[in-house]
T-cell receptor
Framework: GAGVSQSPRYKVAKRGQDVALRCDPI?????LFWYQQALGQGPEFLTY????????KSGLPSDRFFAERPEGSVSTLKIQRTQQEDSAVYLC????????????FGPGTRLTVT | DQQVKQNSPSLSVQEGRISILNCDYT??????FLWYKKYPAEGPTFLIS?????DKNEDGRFTVFLNKSAKHLSLHIVPSQPGDSAVYFC???????????????FGKGTRLHILP
């Protein structure tokens, strides 16, 4: 379909490994968001892009987390030297206009760090 | 410090009856509120929203009520159907009409079970 897609859907990483999570937003959507959802919690904001510009990265928990959207479409969230506390579902969302518009979420990537 | 609180982790309602999900917020700058629904292994999907200039918004079986003085909103689903069983997230943002650049803050969610 034409929704937000994320890959991989599941990722198991050994502690210390680097991972890269991909998000394909809905075509034409200006805004793209990354959220982290721990078990039993709501999605927590990580970072926000407007086209290729990263306007807000205040939610990234440490400098091990890095996100990019070089051409204003596909985005990658990279986590370096993964730790067990990074285990969570990582959700990507996109919206047509600016932040605050209705966001369409992807299915998420479940990351398990062992 | 949680800015959006959903104090009921779960709620069970008989099919056909009204489901009422509650949400409280602490940040008086919030002016736009949303409800999202989430099924297992799927991302949240937008359900309904309300701007702070209104106190009620209705869309089919779903109605959201906003009480700004109490910093409280609620989602009413009537009549409740089996397909409504899901986790419901309340969310809020400081959505400034001319400067719409603020992020959405989510609550922890309420799991709704519709009983046959």
């Amino acid at each position: 379909g034409a929704g937000v897609s994320q890959s991989p859907r599941y990722k198991v990483a050994k502690r210390g490994q680097d991972v890269a999570l991909r998000c394909d937003p809905i075509s034409g959507h200006v805004s793209l968001f990354w959220y982290q959802q721990a078990l039993g919690q709501g999605p927590e904001f990580l970072t926000y892009f407007q086209n290729e510009a990263q306007l807000d990265k205040s939610g990234l928990p440490s400098d091990r987390f890095f996100a990019e959207r070089p051409e204003g479409s596909v985005s990658t969230l990279k986590i370096q030297r993964t730790q067990q506390e990074d285990s969570a579902v990582y959700l990507c969302a996109s919206s047509f206009g600016l932040a605050g518009d209705e966001q369409y979420f992807g299915p998420g990537t479940r990351l398990t760090v062992t | 410090d949680q800015q959006v609180k959903q104090n009921s982790p779960s709620l069970s309602v008989q099919e056909g009856r009204i489901s009422i999900l509650n949400c409280d917020y602490t940040n008086s700058m919030f002016d736009y509120f949303l409800w999202y629904k989430k099924y297992p292994a799927e991302g949240p999907t937008f359900l309904i929203s309300i701007s702070s200039i209104k106190d009620k918004n209705e869309d089919g079986r779903f109605t959201v009520f906003l009480n700004k003085s109490a910093k409280h909103l609620s989602l009413h689903i009537v009549p409740s159907q089996p397909g409504d069983s899901a986790v419901y997230f309340c969310a809020a943002s400081a959505f400034r009409l001319l400067d719409r650049d603020d992020k959405i803050i989510f609550g922890k969610g309420t799991r709704l079970h519709i009983l046959p």
